[in-house]
Every structure is written in C-alpha cells, then in structure tokens.
C-alpha cells in the first residue's frame, strides 16, 4: 500500500490525518502518516515525531537541515449533540446548514425523535455514563453538551476528554461549569485537558433565545474549525488514489501573490491522462502538467507569475506558486 492510499484509508475512518513529506536534500520523497496516537513511516521519523505533532496546520517547516512539508487534512465535520432539550433542536438545524454530519443523544427515548430532529443523521437513547465507543472514533467531531443537569454533563464531559476530539462545549452558568471542572480535576484530569473546554460555550453575542444560543454555539464552533490551515484534497484525488491508479501527484507547497488555489491543494495525473483536481486551473495548470511528464521520482518547480514569466504564462495577477511533484 502507497503512502497516499493509507492516508486516504485513514482519512475515512478518522476524519483527521496528517503526513510530512520531505521536500529537498537526499531523502526527497520520504513521507510518514500519523495521527495524535500512531505513526506510519521509516523508523527515523520517529526522531522528528515530538516537532511534527506541534505543528497544527499544513506548512513547510524546517527541522535540523530538512525541509518538511506537513499537511492536515481533515474530512467532513462531525457534531455530536449531548442532550436533546429546546437549545440543540436549533444547533442541529445549524449545523445540518453548515454541512456537519449529526448525531444527538438523550436518555430520554422521547427526546430523541426523528419528529423534534429531522435533520439529524442519527439519533441515539442511552445514559450520558454509557456514551458507544462510536462516537469517539471519528477525531474532527465537534461535541456540544446541553444536557438537563451538571450529573450528565461531567458524564460527558468525562469521555470526550478522554479521546482526540476538535472541540468540546458545555453550556452552563459560571457556577456549574466551575463544579463540573473542579470535579474532573479531583478525577485526575489534568488541566490542561480541562480548560481545553469551551465553557460557558458559544461566542458571547448577547442571546436569550434558544436560536440565539445556537447561533452563538455554531459561531464558535466554525471559528474553531477554521483556526488552522488544512490541505484539500477533491475526493476524486482519494477515490483515483485508492482504486490503485498510478500517475503524479502535484500540491502546491507555498503561494504568493493573487494564485487561485492555496498551499495544500493537490491535482493526481493519472497515467492514462485523466486529472483529478485542480492546483488552479490556467496556464500555471497547464505548464505544471506538462512537467509532470518528466518527473520520475519527487521534485519541486517554481513558477513565477510576476513580470516576464507572469506574460509568458498568460497571467495578470502577479504572485509565485511552488508546486511538489511525486510519482505514485
């Protein structure tokens, strides 16, 4: 299996994958996959794993005399409702709007209907202390707890701090949140872990309303989601990927300027001459595919969209794209 046809596997059972590829000097090429919890590569990333893992977004960075490209990609969100009282029927509205894949959760059977959710993608009865392993897998999930009382709320809060997650919110006055965390700390929580929440949740706009709380609770949760810069991958780039097609892969490194598309956008050639995707489009497009043909292995190229080679290339919008080629 290819490095790129684990990451994709990986994407799809997860949400969230990274990979750092080395870029220049004499092992140009090398890539290792890994999540907060596993690695895939040659052995000597190891040694590098510490500095990798602090990095949180998709950018080149330098380590010793390497330079490393890192990229996080992250598939759709997922946001997991705890509780099903009057404040998540309009968070599951929103945030069926803004393309997130839901689930809500209540112990209470009639909460939890496809009458009060009908935009929910799944619905689930259970006691907040029993929450599936399920719902824990996914690692770019979203949690919102909106429980009735403090006892469900420590019970979830409990498990979604022991397993990655890309947010976690509590609603609650001051008082409540206070008790909550003082009481996952005396359970050993550290507290580091503990202040990673987002309580009182949402962004303060001022609402009182049940769809205003909403609306705040959403705004924090996109302004979140967007903190970091992630590569982007069409899914026709993963699905050519893994039906086993071979080509080269092009992803624009770094970018300046007016450029289309931004650093971690990718485009697969496939050795047939079907593309997928886009670095994008026009005449730096067209020039990078047909170098594409010449590479055998890994290889930066530079395109330069300002003066002479801006005319050159039929551009006007001035800027520089850095594009890294890789046979697969």
């Known amino acids: 299996m290819s490095a790129y046809e684990l990451l994709f596997e990986m994407l799809g059972e997860r949400g969230k994958v990274l990979s750092a590829t080395i870029v220049s000097g004499p092992m140009a090429g090398e890539k290792c996959i890994y999540t907060q919890e596993e690695m895939h ?81 799944r619905l689930l009865c259970c006691d907040f202390d029993c929450l599936p392993d399920e719902l824990f897998r996914y690692e770019n999930t979203f949690y919102v707890a909106v429980t009735r009382g403090h006892q469900g709320d420590r019970a979830c809060a409990r498990k979604v701090l022991s397993h990655p997650h890309a947010y976690f919110g509590m609603i609650g006055s ?87 598309r931004g650093t971690g956008s990718k485009m697969f050639l496939g050795e047939g001459g079907t593309s997928y995707g886009s670095i994008g489009g026009g005449s730096v497009e067209y020039t990078a595919c047909r170098d594409a043909g010449h590479v055998s292995g890994v290889q930066v190229k530079e395109y330069d969209l300002s003066a002479k080679d801006a005319s050159d290339l039929g551009m006007i919008c001035g800027g520089h794209v850095r594009v890294l080629f890789e046979r697969i």
Do not use: Y
């Not at 069409?234 to 050519?240: F, L, P, S």
């Open 41 to 121: 590569g040659e052995h000597f990333w190891k040694e590098f794993l510490t500095e990798l893992r602090r990095v949180e977004q998709t950018e080149t960075v330098s380590i010793g005399k390497r330079e490393i490209f890192v990229e996080l990609f992250q598939k759709a969100p997922r946001l997991v409702i705890l509780g099903g009282g009057h404040v998540s029927q309009p968070v599951c509205q929103i945030g069926k709007i803004l393309g997130f894949d839901i689930t809500v959760v209540d112990d209470r059977e009639e909460f939890v209907t496809k009458d009060r959710f009908p935009w929910a993608d």
């Open 174 to 260: 001051r008082t409540k949140v206070k008790i909550t965390k003082d009481a996952l700390l005396e359970e050993g929580f550290s507290g580091e872990k503990v202040e990673s929440m987002h309580s009182p949740i949402g962004l303060p706009l001022g609402g009182q309303l049940p769809e205003e709380i909403a609306v705040s609770i959403m705004a924090e949760i996109v302004k979140e989601k967007n903190r970091r810069h992630t590569g982007f991958a069409d899914m026709d780039v993963a699905n050519a990927v893994l039906g086993g097609e071979h080509g080269v892969m092009l992803t624009i490194l770094s970018k300046s300027g007016s450029s289309p």
